[in-house]
């Protein structure tokens, strides 16, 4: 089982890191690269169709600005396909991002998470995974558990 992350530039690598860093932490095979929708088109194209075969599971993809990358891998694989909206230099608020990746035409779903929220898009594909692969189920159940855990101990201090 491999995630694939994906982003449109090189400059959504410090958003994208936290969707790598927490696939690692769940111990998830991770491929890791830039396929611009709009500059290396024919590169989308090959990735889109064939990532499947190479033991791709789920792709993250995130993107600014016009924000097409997830929607034209969505379109053209069979895999889930979660969009990372990034709020870029050339975008407006972030916003048309977010829309780009939501708005989706019927029959072509991308999951969407909130804007710079690639650590939900690696935990979503932990638990895609996880819905099949009892190892990593184990490792989300154990995330979510701390998460809990986090918060009591939290809500203890403040009652003392």
Same mark, same amino acid.
């Given at each position: 089982?491999?995630?694939?992350?994906?982003?449109?530039? @090189?400059?959504?690598?410090?958003?994208?890191?936290?969707?790598?860093?927490?696939?690692?932490?769940?111990?998830?095979?991770?491929?890791?690269?830039?396929?611009?929708?709009?500059?290396?088109?024919?590169?989308?194209?090959?990735?889109?169709?064939?990532?499947?075969?190479?033991?791709?599971?789920?792709?993250?993809? &995130?993107?600014?600005?016009?924000?097409?990358?997830?929607?034209?891998?969505?379109?053209?694989?069979?895999?889930?396909?979660?969009?990372?909206?990034?709020?870029?230099?050339?975008?407006?608020? &972030?916003?048309?991002?977010?829309?780009? @990746?939501?708005?989706?035409?019927?029959?072509?779903?991308?999951?969407?998470?909130?804007?710079?929220?690639?650590?939900?898009? &690696?935990?979503?594909?932990?638990? @895609? @995974?996880?819905?099949?692969?009892?190892?990593?189920?184990?490792?989300?159940?154990?995330?979510?558990?701390?998460?809990?855990?986090?918060?009591?101990?939290?809500?203890?201090?403040?009652?003392?």
């Amino acid at each position: 089982m491999k995630v694939a992350v994906i982003m449109g530039s @090189i400059s959504d690598m410090p958003i994208m890191q936290e969707a790598i860093d927490i696939l690692k932490a769940f111990e998830i095979e991770i491929e890791v690269d830039i396929v611009s929708a709009h500059r290396t088109p024919e590169k989308l194209f090959d990735f889109s169709q064939n990532a499947h075969t190479r033991g791709i599971s789920v792709v993250i993809a &995130g993107a600014g600005g016009a924000a097409h990358l997830p929607g034209m891998v969505a379109s053209m694989s069979p895999l889930p396909v979660i969009g990372v909206p990034i709020k870029s230099s050339n975008s407006i608020d &972030g916003w048309d991002s977010v829309l780009s @990746i939501l708005q989706m035409p019927g029959g072509v779903p991308v999951a969407t998470v909130a804007l710079n929220g690639s650590k939900n898009a &690696g935990i979503l594909a932990a638990q @895609i @995974i996880g819905s099949h692969n009892k190892s990593i189920l184990e490792k989300v159940i154990k995330y979510k558990t701390g998460l809990k855990e986090a918060v009591i101990i939290a809500s203890e201090s403040l009652q003392k």
